[in-house]
Protein backbone atom coordinates (compact mmCIF):
# COMPACT_ATOMS: atom_id res chain seq x y z
CA UNK A 1 0.00 0.00 0.00
CA UNK A 2 1.24 3.13 -0.91
CA UNK A 3 2.08 5.54 2.39
CA UNK A 4 -0.44 8.67 0.87
CA UNK A 5 -2.82 6.46 2.48
CA UNK A 6 -1.75 5.86 5.63
CA UNK A 7 -2.14 8.21 8.41
CA UNK A 8 1.01 9.99 9.95
CA UNK A 9 0.12 8.75 13.09
CA UNK A 10 -0.90 4.74 12.33
CA UNK A 11 1.12 2.73 14.93
CA UNK A 12 0.97 5.35 17.67
CA UNK A 13 -0.88 5.03 21.26
CA UNK A 14 -4.15 7.08 20.75
CA UNK A 15 -4.49 7.79 24.61
CA UNK A 16 -0.95 9.22 24.50
CA UNK A 17 -1.40 12.80 25.44
CA UNK A 18 1.59 14.90 24.79
CA UNK A 19 3.39 16.49 27.82
CA UNK A 20 1.99 19.92 29.61
CA UNK A 21 4.51 22.40 28.77
CA UNK A 22 6.27 23.74 32.31
CA UNK A 23 7.21 27.26 31.80
CA UNK A 24 11.46 27.90 31.86
CA UNK A 25 10.68 31.05 33.41
CA UNK A 26 10.92 31.03 37.09
CA UNK A 27 8.04 30.08 39.64
CA UNK A 28 7.23 32.79 41.38
CA UNK A 29 4.16 32.35 43.50
CA UNK A 30 2.02 34.03 46.34
CA UNK A 31 1.10 32.48 49.72
CA UNK A 32 -2.21 31.65 47.75
CA UNK A 33 -0.77 30.07 44.59
CA UNK A 34 1.28 27.74 46.43
CA UNK A 35 -1.90 27.01 48.50
CA UNK A 36 -4.02 26.41 44.77
CA UNK A 37 -1.44 24.63 43.99
CA UNK A 38 -1.42 21.84 46.83
CA UNK A 39 -5.01 22.02 46.72
CA UNK A 40 -4.91 20.94 42.76
CA UNK A 41 -2.76 18.51 43.39
CA UNK A 42 -4.74 16.56 46.02
CA UNK A 43 -8.02 16.85 43.82
CA UNK A 44 -5.77 15.15 40.84
CA UNK A 45 -4.22 12.48 43.52
CA UNK A 46 -7.77 11.68 44.46
CA UNK A 47 -9.28 11.85 40.44
CA UNK A 48 -6.64 9.67 39.95
CA UNK A 49 -7.45 6.96 42.51
CA UNK A 50 -10.76 6.75 41.61
CA UNK A 51 -9.66 6.46 37.92
CA UNK A 52 -7.63 3.23 38.76
CA UNK A 53 -10.26 1.96 40.78
CA UNK A 54 -12.60 2.26 37.88
CA UNK A 55 -10.00 0.88 35.68
CA UNK A 56 -10.23 4.08 33.53
CA UNK A 57 -7.38 4.10 31.30
CA UNK A 58 -7.91 6.87 29.34
CA UNK A 59 -8.82 9.39 32.73
CA UNK A 60 -5.73 7.75 34.25
CA UNK A 61 -3.57 8.44 31.39
CA UNK A 62 -5.07 12.39 31.32
CA UNK A 63 -4.37 12.76 34.84
CA UNK A 64 -1.19 11.00 35.33
CA UNK A 65 0.38 13.58 32.86
CA UNK A 66 -1.56 16.29 34.97
CA UNK A 67 -0.28 15.15 38.21
CA UNK A 68 3.23 15.10 36.50
CA UNK A 69 2.56 18.82 35.52
CA UNK A 70 1.89 20.07 38.70
CA UNK A 71 4.35 18.19 40.88
CA UNK A 72 6.92 19.84 38.94
CA UNK A 73 5.35 23.45 38.92
CA UNK A 74 5.32 22.55 42.86
CA UNK A 75 8.65 21.68 43.04
CA UNK A 76 10.21 24.50 41.33
CA UNK A 77 7.71 27.02 43.34
CA UNK A 78 9.15 29.86 45.01
CA UNK A 79 7.77 32.11 47.31
CA UNK A 80 8.24 35.68 46.39
CA UNK A 81 9.89 38.02 48.65
CA UNK A 82 7.21 41.42 49.02
CA UNK A 83 7.69 43.66 47.05
CA UNK A 84 9.33 47.45 48.34
CA UNK A 85 6.90 49.19 50.57
CA UNK A 86 5.08 51.60 48.11
CA UNK A 87 6.17 49.78 44.96
CA UNK A 88 4.00 47.92 42.99
CA UNK A 89 5.59 44.22 42.49
CA UNK A 90 4.74 40.88 42.64
CA UNK A 91 1.40 39.86 45.23
CA UNK A 92 0.05 43.70 44.92
CA UNK A 93 -2.64 44.94 43.47
CA UNK A 94 -1.87 47.98 41.42
CA UNK A 95 -4.83 50.11 40.23
CA UNK A 96 -3.99 52.32 37.02
CA UNK A 97 -6.04 54.65 34.17
CA UNK A 98 -5.09 52.93 31.02
CA UNK A 99 -4.71 54.73 27.31
CA UNK A 100 -8.47 54.77 27.26
CA UNK A 101 -8.80 56.42 30.61
CA UNK A 102 -10.42 53.44 32.41
CA UNK A 103 -9.67 52.96 35.86
CA UNK A 104 -8.34 49.47 36.35
CA UNK A 105 -7.13 47.07 39.08
CA UNK A 106 -5.02 43.46 38.74
CA UNK A 107 -3.13 42.13 41.29
CA UNK A 108 0.74 40.68 39.95
CA UNK A 109 0.96 36.82 40.79
CA UNK A 110 2.73 33.53 39.39
CA UNK A 111 2.03 32.03 35.91
CA UNK A 112 -0.71 29.28 37.39
CA UNK A 113 -2.87 31.96 39.40
CA UNK A 114 -3.39 33.92 36.76
CA UNK A 115 -6.89 34.54 36.09
CA UNK A 116 -7.42 38.40 34.33
CA UNK A 117 -11.19 37.93 34.27
CA UNK A 118 -11.06 37.89 38.26
CA UNK A 119 -8.20 40.81 38.12
CA UNK A 120 -4.92 38.79 38.79
CA UNK A 121 -2.08 39.07 35.80
CA UNK A 122 0.92 36.84 35.74
CA UNK A 123 4.09 39.02 36.77
CA UNK A 124 5.47 37.91 33.36
CA UNK A 125 2.65 39.37 31.15
CA UNK A 126 3.34 42.29 28.70
CA UNK A 127 0.72 44.40 31.40
CA UNK A 128 2.41 42.90 34.01
CA UNK A 129 6.18 43.62 33.29
CA UNK A 130 4.72 47.39 32.58
CA UNK A 131 3.33 47.66 35.98
CA UNK A 132 6.00 46.15 38.15
CA UNK A 133 8.14 48.53 39.87
CA UNK A 134 6.97 51.80 39.99
CA UNK A 135 5.00 53.92 42.56
CA UNK A 136 1.96 56.04 42.72
CA UNK A 137 1.75 59.06 40.14
CA UNK A 138 4.52 56.77 38.01
CA UNK A 139 3.00 56.83 33.98
CA UNK A 140 4.28 53.62 32.41
CA UNK A 141 4.42 52.50 28.82
CA UNK A 142 2.20 49.89 28.60
CA UNK A 143 1.25 46.92 25.58
CA UNK A 144 -1.91 49.52 24.61
CA UNK A 145 -0.10 52.92 25.46
CA UNK A 146 0.65 54.80 28.86
CA UNK A 147 -0.76 53.57 31.78
CA UNK A 148 -0.89 56.52 35.32
CA UNK A 149 -0.45 54.51 38.36
CA UNK A 150 -3.13 55.27 40.84
CA UNK A 151 -3.02 53.01 43.79
CA UNK A 152 -0.77 50.26 44.79
CA UNK A 153 -2.10 47.55 47.97
CA UNK A 154 0.16 45.70 49.14
CA UNK A 155 -2.29 43.89 51.60
CA UNK A 156 -1.90 39.85 50.27
CA UNK A 157 -4.89 38.22 49.17
CA UNK A 158 -6.91 35.75 51.17
Not at 51 to 75: C, F, K, P, S, V
Not at 78 to 96: C, D, I, K, N, Y
Request: hydrophobic residues 35%; aromatic residues 4%.
Amino acid sequence: MSRAFVKESDGEDPGALPERRVSDLPNLVTARGLRLIEETLAQLESEHASARAAEDRAAMARLARDLRYWQARHGSAQLAPPAEPGTSGFGTRVTFRDAEGRRRSYRLVGEDEADPAAGRVSWCSPIGRALAGHRVGDVSSGPRGELEILEIDTKPEP
